[in-house]
Every structure is written in C-alpha cells, then in structure tokens.
C-alpha cells in the first residue's frame, strides 16, 4: 500500500534492494537473542490476552446497552447503539512481552456520557470475573480506568463519538470523527489512531516488528526510554522504526536495525521525522504544515504523529538528553557494525546501561510522603517536573549534561520519631531504619512510614581548563530551589504531608538499591586516573569536618552508610576522573551544594494521622 507516488511517507526509498544473505543470517541471530532476553509472551499468555479482550468488548456493550435502556431507549435500540473496544499501545502494534499491559480504548455512542463510563462502567469492571485493582482517575488529563483481568493488566479510556451508535466496523481514521467531540475524547483517541497510522504506513508489518521490539529493549536497557524524563518513548521510538523501514522496503530486520543506528545517529536534527505528508486537515483547519517545521526551534529531535492532530511526540527532549540519545545511537551503530562483519554479537547491544557508574556527581531528588497512595500521585508530579530542573541545570557553566535517570527508586521506613521522618525524608536511611518492619512501630506515638521516591540526575562537569589554578566550585543552588518552588507550586501540593529534597551525592555513597545484586564494584577496583586522589572510594572528609547549618535536622546518630549529605558546602574537591562514559569529564571540580534551607524543603507528615 503506498501513497499516489509509489511509496510510502514523504520522501522516497534510499533503496529498495532485499537483504542479502548476511542480513538474514544476522536477522535470525537477532530473532533467537530477542527470544533468549524474554521479550515475547508465551502462548499462553497471548491465549489469556485474547479471552480477556472478547469478555470486555462484550461488557463494553453490555455497559452501553445498559446506559441506552436507562436514557430511555427500547431494548432493541440500545443494543444495536453497540459500542466498541480498540486497542493502541504495545499491544496493538504487536511489540509487547510478557507481563506488558493492553492499552485499550471504549468507543461509545453520544448518549453515553464520560460520567457513565466512571460511575456505570467502573464498577461493572469491579464485578467483572476476574478483575481485580480497578481504579478509576476521572480527573486525570486523559482520564483513565486500570485494572487487572486474570493476571493481565488492563487500561481503558473512553471515547465518545457524535454519533448515535458505533458500527461493528467502524474505523479511527476518519478525520472528520473529530468533529463535535470533547477535547478529552480527541486525546483518548489519538493513542489508538496514531498506532493504526503508523501500521498502515509501514511496508511490511512483520519487518517492523520485529526491529521495534529490538529498539525498544535495546533503548530499555540504555536507560533512554521514558517521555517523561526527556527521552524518546514508545510512541517516538515506533514512528522512527517505522520511517527507517520506509527507507528499506525491502529489508528484513536484521538490516533496518543496522540502518536504523547509522541513519539515526547521522540524523541533522532537528529535521522531523514525518511518516506522513499533513497538509491542510479535512476539518478545515490550518494544520501543521511540515515545510514550516525546521523554522521551530523549540523541538530539538522532532518525531511527528502521522494523524491529527499533528503533535511531536519528543517535545520533551532537552539539550543533555538529546546528547545522551546520540551518544548511545553512535554506540548501536558501532556494535551493529561489528555484527554484520562477524566479530561482535548481538547481546552487546543489549548491555545494560551505566548510568550509576559514568557520573563523579549525581543529584538525589527525593519525594517523600507518610501515604502509599499519596506517594504514588506526589512522586509523580515531582518526577514530571524533573526536566525542568534539567533544563536549568543545562544554563550552569561548567555543567556539560544533566542526565535524568528514566526511574525512581521507592522505599518504604518506619520511623519511630520524628527526628528519624526528618531524616529519611532528607535520604538519610540508617541500617536501623531499613530494617525496622511495620509491625515494629505499630502502636507507638510519632511513629510512623515514610514512602520515600528517589531520582537520579548524573551531572557531567566540563573538565578544568589547561592552567586553571586552585579549586572551582559549580553552584546549582539557582536551579534546584527553582525546582523545588516549581514542585510546590502543584495545586495539591502541602507542605505538612509532602516533603521534597534536592540533595548532591558523590558516587561513591550512592546507596544500594540502585544497583543490582553484584553490581557494585569493589571500591578498590575502581577506576582512578593517574594522580587523581582516592576521593572516589572514601569520604573526603571525616564528617567532623563537614559544615552543617544550624538548622540542619540531622540527627545526632546520623546512618553510617549515607551521612555524607552531600547538601553543604564541601571544600573543594581534588580533581578526579570519572569511571567511565561517553561524557566523563578528565577532570571534576568542586561543586557547590544546592543549598536548600532545610526547614523548607523536608517537611513530611506520616501522613496517617
Ligand atoms: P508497554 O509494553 O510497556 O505497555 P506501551 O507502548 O504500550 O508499552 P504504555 O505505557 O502502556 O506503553 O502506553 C500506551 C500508550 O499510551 C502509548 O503508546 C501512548 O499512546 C499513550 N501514552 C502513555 N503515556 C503517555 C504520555 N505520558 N503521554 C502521551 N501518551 C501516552
Ligand atoms: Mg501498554
């Protein structure tokens, strides 16, 4: 299927020769790695899948009929109203492995109303054989309903058309289908319509596949997968597979994945990344139009949904993360290179990344409440500002890149005062508290949880100039206070159940939990370069030594393992060289605490009071 010019999307193929015979060989070796890092379901898995999606596009009528019968309808009219369930996500473009959840979109008639779909469909689902987590955020900005149905996690959105009932064979497509509908409606439904556009403009459906799931668990253990956090995500990640299988029509996977780093890491951003040509929308109105697009510099790596709305799904890519992402398609396109001449494999591409080994400096962001379900909603909302915090700490002088990690870390502890929530809260977690259990503090007075989330930015520092003398010292005080006004400023946030704390940490005293079991170098195998001192592998400073504020909660039996707090001015540091990393600085500077008023910023409650 191709446009009215013989191929498909906006520029014709580069070639469209088939794969020779090394490609297919590395195209099987890729398949049986992809297999051997259990990316692909079992079949039973994809059995149960196919069940739980029949018995909920029959609940989905069953639920319209329903709403038709009390809206006054006949019987016979409310069912034929029908009602329909789409699928989008990893599910729908046929990339999902175990364990991945099904994104799914109700399609419902105009007598349906958003408010039905919370309070008659919800608690049908909870009814539901079988499902179980059903939790409904109507206030979310596309609201949602998750639940898990016989082990399988399941997500719907609802979509409600101007229209008096939903044809059997109804198609996204249509442009026109927007027209009088909510704005809450036209985003739940762009998931499901952009994941159908970009199967039906790719040449061969299999091809694409196949090379997705290998980027995807190629940029997973990289680290740079999440939207969020300023990288690509799944969205972004199956549009440019998709545009380098249009370049290759006839290539098999093995061969759009070797183009796939080449092009990519050659790529002159920010050209967007089109699969399709949009022009002036059926709906009369000006649309995007992509000739202007290079003219917009606020998109750095513009990737563009092929539907309308138009939208670039990696407007959150900042200067570091775009840097981090080029780096990384430069190391694919080596090791690609190195399987097709024979004298590399294919799991090296799928090394697991080294974020917690590559920075001399990271900052800790550390969100905090006493409630599991509060800390869902407040580590979020921190998470979602953190490229901000990025993005002014991209202004430092002296700073090359601020890398965001793409996940939290979470952690439960049971404190038994009030002195103990303060510290956790600021990430001080000595082996006491880790090791206390609920049942430890059940009963007695102050005691309380503290849920605590902790995110990562890895700070790389330009190395010192030649002839610099005497120590430097790289103040991010500005940025992280921004931050921390910036994530007060959420209309939920209080300041007496939710606590924030920007902190720096040295590498050597990040905590454990970061790294997996075995991970962790011995600390006399890091390592050094010449003349650099041992500031990696010991406190600089006996902690006598370290300033502390006057306000500055930390309590006298400070833990062990993490009472560097990283939050005061240190000295300035000996020059040492990073572990490793593309960006490794030769040499790092001082830096300059965030300087967060403490009072300020570690207010937690145990919440459960
Ligand atoms: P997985 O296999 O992990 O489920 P996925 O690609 O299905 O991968 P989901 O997190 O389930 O990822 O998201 C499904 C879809 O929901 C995405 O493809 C996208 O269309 C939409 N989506 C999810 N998160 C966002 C977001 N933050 N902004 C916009 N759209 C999103
Ligand atoms: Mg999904």
Same mark, same amino acid.
């Given at each position: 299927?191709?446009?009215d010019?013989?191929?498909?999307g906006?520029?014709p193929?580069?070639?469209?020769?088939?794969?020779?015979?090394?490609?297919?060989?590395?195209?099987?070796?890729?398949m049986?790695e992809l297999?051997?890092?259990?990316?692909?379901?079992?079949?039973e898995?994809a059995?149960?899948?196919?069940?739980?999606?029949g018995?909920?596009?029959?609940?989905?009528?069953?639920?319209?009929?329903?709403?038709?019968?009390?809206?006054?309808?006949?019987?016979?009219?409310?069912?034929?109203?029908?009602?329909?369930?789409?699928?989008?996500?990893?599910?729908?473009?046929?990339v999902?492995g175990p364990?991945s959840?099904?994104?799914t979109?109700?399609?419902?008639?105009?007598h349906?109303?958003?408010?039905d779909?919370?309070?008659?469909?919800?608690?049908?689902?909870?009814?539901?054989?079988?499902?179980?987590?059903?939790?409904?955020?109507?206030?979310?900005?596309?609201?949602?309903?998750?639940?898990?149905?016989?082990?399988?996690?399941?997500?719907?959105?609802?979509?409600?058309?101007a229209?008096?009932?939903?044809?059997?064979?109804?198609?996204?497509?249509?442009?026109?289908?927007?027209r009088?509908?909510d704005?809450?409606?036209?985003?739940?439904?762009?998931?499901?319509?952009?994941?159908?556009e970009?199967?039906?403009?790719?040449?061969?459906?299999?091809?694409?596949?196949d090379?997705?799931?290998?980027?995807?668990?190629?940029?997973?253990?990289?680290?740079?997968?999440?939207?969020?956090?300023?990288?690509?995500?799944?969205?972004?990640?199956? $549009?440019?597979v998709?545009r380098?299988?249009?370049?290759?029509?006839?290539?098999?996977?093995?061969?759009?994945?070797s183009?796939?780093?080449?092009?990519?890491?050659?790529?002159?951003?920010?050209q967007?990344?089109?699969?399709k040509?949009?022009?002036?929308?059926?709906?009369?109105?000006?649309?995007?139009?992509?000739?202007?697009?290079?003219?917009?510099?606020?998109?750095r $790596?513009?990737?563009i949904?092929p539907?309308?709305?138009?939208?670039?799904?990696?407007?959150?890519?900042?200067?570091s993360?775009q840097?981090?992402t080029?780096?990384?398609?430069?190391?694919?396109?080596?090791?690609?290179?190195?399987?097709?001449?024979g004298?590399?494999?294919?799991s090296?591409?799928f090394?697991?990344?080294?974020?917690?080994?590559?920075y001399?400096?990271?900052?800790q962001?550390i969100?905090?409440?006493?409630?599991?379900?509060?800390?869902?909603?407040?580590s979020g909302t921190?998470?979602?500002?953190?490229?901000?915090?990025?993005?002014k700490?991209?202004?430092?002088?002296?700073?090359i890149?601020?890398?965001?990690?793409?996940?939290?870390?979470?952690?439960?502890?049971?404190?038994?005062?009030?002195?103990?929530?303060r510290?956790?809260?600021?990430?001080?977690?000595?082996?006491?508290?880790?090791?206390?259990?609920k049942?430890?503090?059940?009963?007695?007075?102050g005691?309380?949880?503290?849920?605590?989330t902790?995110?990562?930015?890895?700070?790389?520092?330009?190395?010192?100039?030649?002839?610099?003398?005497?120590?430097?010292?790289?103040?991010?005080?500005?940025?992280?206070?921004?931050?921390t006004?910036?994530?007060k400023?959420w209309?939920?946030?209080d300041e007496?159940? $939710?606590?924030?704390v920007?902190?720096?940490?040295?590498?050597?005293?990040?905590?454990?939990?970061?790294?997996?079991?075995?991970?962790r170098?011995?600390?006399?195998?890091?390592?050094?370069?010449?003349?650099?001192?041992?500031?990696?592998t010991?406190?600089?400073?006996?902690s006598s030594?370290?300033?502390?504020?006057?306000?500055?909660?930390?309590?006298?039996?400070?833990?062990?393992?993490?009472?560097?707090n990283?939050t005061?001015?240190?000295?300035?540091?000996?020059?040492?060289?990073?572990?490793?990393g593309?960006?490794?600085?030769?040499?790092?500077?001082?830096i300059?605490?965030?300087?967060?008023?403490?009072?300020?910023?570690?207010a937690?409650?145990?919440?459960?009071?």
């Open positions: 299927m191709t446009n010019r013989g191929y498909l906006v520029t193929p580069i070639s469209t020769a088939e794969s020779n015979e090394r490609e297919k060989e590395v195209t099987l070796t890729l049986e297999r051997r890092q259990g990316t692909f379901e079992s079949d898995e059995r149960t899948r196919e069940l739980v999606l018995r909920v596009s029959a609940l989905v009528k069953k639920f319209v009929q329903k709403v038709g019968i009390a809206r006054g309808l006949s019987e016979a009219s409310a069912t034929a109203a029908g009602g329909k369930i789409f699928t989008f996500g990893s599910y729908r473009l046929g999902h364990g959840d099904i994104d979109l109700l399609v419902v008639p105009k349906v109303s958003r408010d779909f919370f309070e008659i469909f919800e608690p049908m689902l909870r009814e539901f054989d079988g499902a179980t987590e059903v939790a409904g955020v109507p206030e979310a900005y596309v609201p949602i309903i998750t639940a898990n149905i016989s082990g399988i996690p399941i997500d719907f959105l609802m979509a409600r058309l229209l008096s009932s939903i044809p059997e064979d109804l198609s996204l497509q249509d442009d026109n289908l927007l009088n509908i704005e809450r409606c036209v985003r739940s439904l762009g998931g499901s319509r952009v994941a159908n970009i199967l039906r403009l790719v040449p061969n459906v299999q091809v694409f596949r090379s997705l799931r290998c980027i995807k668990l190629w940029a997973q253990q990289r680290a740079i997968y999440s939207n969020v956090n300023g990288f690509f995500g799944g969205v972004a990640w199956a $549009m440019v998709a380098i299988c249009q370049l290759y029509p006839n290539a098999i996977a093995g061969a759009i994945v183009r796939f780093f080449i092009i990519l890491y050659q790529w002159s951003w920010p967007p990344v089109l699969l040509q949009i022009e002036e929308g059926p709906l009369q109105v000006k649309v995007w139009n992509p000739k202007l697009y290079p003219a917009d510099r606020s998109h $790596m513009p990737i949904t539907t309308y709305p138009a939208m670039c799904a990696t407007h959150n890519v900042t200067a993360t840097m981090i080029t780096e990384e398609f430069k190391r694919g396109a080596d090791i690609v290179d190195k399987v097709i001449v004298t590399a494999q294919w090296e591409l090394q697991k990344h080294d974020f917690f080994h590559k001399r400096y990271y900052l962001i969100a905090s409440t006493g409630d599991a379900d509060l800390q869902i909603k407040w921190v998470e979602s500002r953190i490229r901000q915090l990025v993005m700490l991209e202004y430092v002088d002296s700073l890149l601020a890398h965001p990690f793409i996940k939290g870390f979470e952690q439960v502890c049971y404190c038994l005062s009030e002195e103990e929530i510290a956790v809260a600021q990430g001080e977690i000595s082996e006491t508290i880790s090791k206390r259990k049942e430890d503090i059940e009963g007695k007075e005691a309380g949880p503290v849920h605590t902790t995110f990562y930015v890895g700070l790389a520092i330009e190395p010192k100039q030649p002839g610099a003398t005497g120590p430097r010292r790289l103040d991010i005080s500005y940025p992280t206070t921004e931050f006004k910036l994530v400023m209309e939920k946030f007496t159940t $939710m606590g924030i920007v902190r720096n940490i040295k590498s050597s005293l990040l905590p454990d939990n970061v790294f997996d079991p075995g991970e170098q011995p600390k006399s195998a890091v390592k050094r370069s010449k003349g650099a001192k041992s500031s990696n010991s406190p600089d400073m006996p030594k370290r300033a502390r504020t006057s306000n500055d909660p930390s309590p006298k039996d400070a833990p062990v393992k993490t009472n560097d990283g005061l001015p240190p000295i300035a540091l000996t020059p040492v060289v990073e572990t490793a593309a960006f490794a600085p030769k040499e790092s500077s001082g300059k605490s965030p300087q967060l008023p403490f009072g300020e910023n570690v937690v409650a145990t919440g459960a009071q």
